[in-house]
């Protein structure tokens, strides 16, 4: 937990009580600190059979713990979307997904402070 991201956020869906690494919940909070207002969060980590359940792909980074979908409603309009892309990258997140509304964001290569995949789904 981190002074702005309950159990639940920072926890698997499913109640089994697995919780992303503390330096990924740091991550996560020095993002939120840059960008200055609440990140409501859809997804964190999930265990393998909660990642199975939702259809998640067989290697997603959410089963290691470094990725998170943040809820549509964490943003306001594009540009507070593209500010809270630049807030993430500055934190080392450098793999985006954009699907519409949605967005994934995850910190699969180390110590890479820019922007390294980035792709719609």
């Not at 939702?54 to 959410?62: L, T």
């Not at 500010?83 to 964001?105: D, E, P, S, V």
Request: with cysteine; charged share 30%; net charge positive.
């Amino acid at each position: 937990m981190t002074r702005n991201f309950t159990k639940d956020e920072v926890s698997c869906k499913c109640g089994c009580g697995l919780e992303m690494p503390q330096n990924e919940q740091d991550r996560l909070q020095h993002t939120r600190d840059d960008y200055g207002k609440a990140i409501f969060v859809a997804r964190t980590i999930s265990c393998a059979k909660h990642n199975k359940k939702i259809g998640g792909a067989k290697k997603s980074r959410h089963l290691t713990g470094d990725a998170v979908d943040p809820e549509d409603r964490t943003f306001e309009n594009s540009a507070d979307r593209a500010f809270f892309i630049k807030c993430a990258t500055k934190n080392g997140y450098n793999c985006f997904g954009i699907g519409g509304k949605r967005l994934h964001m995850d910190a699969r290569y180390e110590d890479k402070f820019e922007i390294v995949l980035l792709w719609t789904y």
